[in-house]
């Protein structure tokens, strides 16, 4: 019986042979399905980037300087679905079904009134971001930029809805009503994509003459598929959710002060190592700005991460399973258990990322190739970012892993201050000392650096990427996570 179908006295019954549980196939049915939606969406990043090549180079680099832009603005709404999945997880895992209502509708609120602001904010900030991250030798590049992410801004507030209402399910075990619903979402989004990027055409599959409609709205385009596909999965989710444990959520309760203090004290360090993991990525870009061919580096950003995400993919949804098992163990008491599954959970990570690093490294040329073969510059400097990350990409699945499984226990400060160190502390100072000759980027001052170029980049990222695998190893093996409050 799933979760959706259990009644609330079936799904909280206590378990006291949990210990003697196979960890291997608790932790794996929980993460299966987030680690199939992150392949959809693996997929439909990649294909974005095949799309917009076709557009031209000052598309890609548009795309390219936009990423950390828009990551900003969505990552508040992660940080919130970090805090739902820890009160309801720990409600859940308690058996408390009311507290597992009432901490949905009330992060849902904050969601809500969280998502609109921002959807305010973007307009305004897109201009400011375009002028400091696309190099001044694009100016074509910045006015697509503009564009952009002026109309991805109306996506922000059903993108609250959904990571909020994604994060409370994941909390009461259930990771596979997200995998379909944002899954349908990505379909959705590649077929808007097809159908608003490029002009009415005509192709041949198969020997057969089809006629394709067409928009024509290439960027823009990619936008308005991004806003459509997120609406209508938002709408999905909050009727769906009805049918769930979480009850009636469309009755959204703003939160009061306790209950803002509460969502805040979670959500708040989350959002925080998401603004200091992209604000350091922002002056990164910026970094990137000053080297020769900057405009190329920064345009094979992100089709690189598309690609190393299939090796991150399995901690993604390692992590969500270490996060909601983590609570529901802290909820019923049971630190233990808790310890153990995160450990096994991380070691999983580990071994998959390993295996897939390898293949991503030695086929790195091939696979640029492959998906950006208009624009061999692009993809030459893709695979060199590729070779680079995939040396250190064990440490990440560690990282992404134990971090979520912190997040999960309510522990949401240790992760930020881990962010902060290696982010700012590390990367962007040795990223600039490396890729630069001289360098006076604000609170960083040198006149000899080793002018390494993008390599230079390429390089401190993946050994900060180390240092932060071992350093979230360390937090939870001294386990501070087992004591903090959700």
Not at 148 to 162: S, T
Not at 293 to 315: C, H, K, Q, T, W
Not at 438 to 462: D, K, P, Q
Request: glycine fraction near 8%; charged fraction near 10%; hydrophobic fraction near 55%.
């Amino acid at each position: 019986m799933s979760v959706n179908e259990a009644t609330p006295e079936e799904s909280t019954e206590p378990q006291p042979d949990a210990i003697a549980e196979n960890p291997l196939k608790v932790i794996w049915k929980l993460a299966w399905p987030a680690v199939t939606l992150n392949f959809l969406q693996t997929i439909n990043s990649l294909l974005d980037t095949n799309f917009i090549q076709h557009i031209g180079r000052n598309a890609l680099t548009a795309i390219g300087s936009s990423t950390t832009t828009l990551f900003l603005l969505v990552s508040m709404s992660m940080a919130l679905g970090v805090a739902a999945t820890a009160i309801v997880s720990r409600a859940f895992g308690a058996g408390d079904m009311d507290e597992v209502k009432e901490g949905n509708r009330k992060c849902l609120g904050f969601a809500v009134v969280a998502g609109f602001l921002l959807a305010f904010v973007a307009p305004l900030l897109a201009p400011i971001a375009a002028t400091a991250f696309v190099p001044k030798d694009a100016p074509a590049a910045r006015d697509l930029m503009i564009n952009y992410l002026q109309i991805v801004g109306l996506f922000l507030p059903a993108v609250f809805v959904i990571q909020t209402l994604a994060g409370s399910l994941r909390g009461i075990g259930d990771t596979k009503s997200p995998m379909v619903i944002s899954g349908a979402q990505i379909i959705l989004h590649i077929i808007l994509n097809f159908l608003l990027i490029f002009p009415t055409r005509t192709v041949h599959p198969f020997g057969l003459t089809m006629t394709l409609p067409g928009a024509n709205l290439g960027l823009n385009g990619a936008a308005w598929a991004l806003v459509i596909s997120g609406w209508i999965a938002a709408l999905v989710y909050l009727f769906y959710c009805i049918r769930t444990p979480l009850g009636k959520v469309y009755n959204i309760k703003l939160p009061g002060l306790d209950w803002s203090a509460r969502i805040g004290r979670l959500a708040g360090p989350a959002a925080l190592m998401s603004f200091t993991r992209v604000t350091s990525m922002m002056m990164f870009t910026y970094i990137l700005t000053q080297v020769p061919n900057g405009d190329v580096a920064i345009g094979a950003l992100r089709p690189g991460f598309s690609v190393e995400s299939l090796a991150f993919m399995p901690s993604f949804g390692l992590a969500i399973a270490a996060s909601a098992l983590v609570g529901q163990s802290l909820g019923a008491r049971n630190p233990d258990r808790a310890s153990k599954l995160g450990w096994i959970a991380a070691h999983q990570a580990g071994i998959v990322s390993l295996v897939m690093a390898v293949v991503i490294y030695v086929f790195a040329p091939q696979i640029t190739n492959a998906l950006m073969g208009e624009q061999p510059a692009y993809a030459a400097e893709c695979a060199l970012f590729l070779k680079h990350i995939a040396v250190t990409e064990v440490f990440f699945g560690y990282n992404m892993v134990l971090v979520g499984a912190q997040q999960g226990a309510g522990d949401t400060r240790s992760p930020f201050w881990l962010t902060l160190i290696t982010m700012w502390g590390i990367r962007v100072p040795l990223a600039a000392f490396l890729a630069l000759s001289s360098v006076n980027l604000y609170f960083i001052t040198f006149e000899h650096g080793l002018n390494m170029g993008s390599r230079g980049c390429w390089m401190a990222m993946a050994i900060t990427q180390a240092v932060a695998g071992l350093g979230s190893v360390y937090l939870w093996k001294r386990g501070a996570w087992k004591t903090a409050r959700a």
